[in-house]
């Protein structure tokens, strides 16, 4: 169990330029989700894949905003045409539903900085 | 809709003495209520998680939280403080089986030596 991974740590963009997170989740874990944090709150959901299947999106995400994971393992999130509102952490969990027990695992995210 | 709302945006304690961090609920129906802690540059990591199994709840390092239904409350508590329990802690819900956690704005916990 290596945990889960987010590359990169940190990332500083300029407004209207794109950019794209990716999470390497546990492997076998078949749920992977997104949560975005700004400073001073705590993580907001942001979307859920089952798989490779995108189950749920919040109202959070714009159209700006895209997810992905296709092979049903890592997966990507790019914001195109960044705005300063996007500066936040975001996080990426991953989790097993096969257990009675389940539990999310996240990792140490990214932190956005758009100047 | 279900929500946290978590009391104190800052708690300090000294080191040695008891750690009380407090949550109320809003939900409709029985929730899944957790606490998570986050330390600086590292990962969300799970404290305690309530399921209706038993209104005490034991979790990792000595914390506990007890649900009570007639205060929605799940006030996460802790004997004695150590330095290495400074962090921010959330208080969470989970509104279905999905695990769309809903957050708490958190607590930060500053323990004084």
């Known amino acids: 169990d290596t945990g889960v991974s987010q590359d990169p740590r940190h990332k500083i963009t300029k407004r209207g330029q794109n950019v794209t997170f990716r999470c390497d989740p546990i492997?076998?874990?078949?749920?992977l989700y997104w949560y975005r944090q700004t400073l001073g709150q705590g993580p907001e959901f942001l979307t859920y894949?089952?798989?490779?299947?995108?189950?749920?999106k919040s109202r959070l995400l714009s159209d700006r905003f895209s997810a992905e994971r296709p092979k049903g393992s890592f997966s990507t999130l790019e914001i195109q045409r960044t705005e300063q509102g996007d500066s936040a952490m975001y996080l990426c969990?991953?989790?097993?539903?096969?257990?009675?027990?389940?539990?999310?695992?996240f990792g140490s995210g990214t932190q956005l900085s758009v100047l | 809709a279900q929500s946290v709302t978590q009391l104190d945006s800052h708690v300090s304690v000294s080191e040695g003495t008891p750690v009380l961090l407090r949550c109320n609920y809003s939900?409709?129906?029985?929730?899944?209520l957790f606490w998570y802690v986050q330390h600086p540059n590292k990962g969300l990591q799970l404290l305690l998680k309530?399921?209706?199994?038993?209104?005490l709840v034991k979790g990792i390092n000595g914390f506990e939280a007890e649900f009570k239904k007639s205060e929605t409350s799940f006030h996460l508590t802790k004997p004695s403080a150590h330095m290495s329990d400074a962090a921010e802690y959330f208080c969470?819900?989970?509104?279905?089986?999905?695990?769309?956690?809903?957050f708490g704005s958190g607590t930060r916990l500053l323990v004084r030596p």
């Open positions: 969990a991953s989790s097993l539903d096969r257990v009675p027990d389940e539990k999310l695992f």
């Open positions: 492997s076998e874990h078949n749920r």
């Open positions: 894949f089952q798989n490779e299947a995108q189950l749920e």
């Open positions: 939900s409709s129906y029985s929730p899944s």
């Open positions: 309530y399921t209706s199994a038993a209104t």
């Open positions: 969470v819900v989970s509104p279905d089986s999905s695990y769309k956690l809903i």
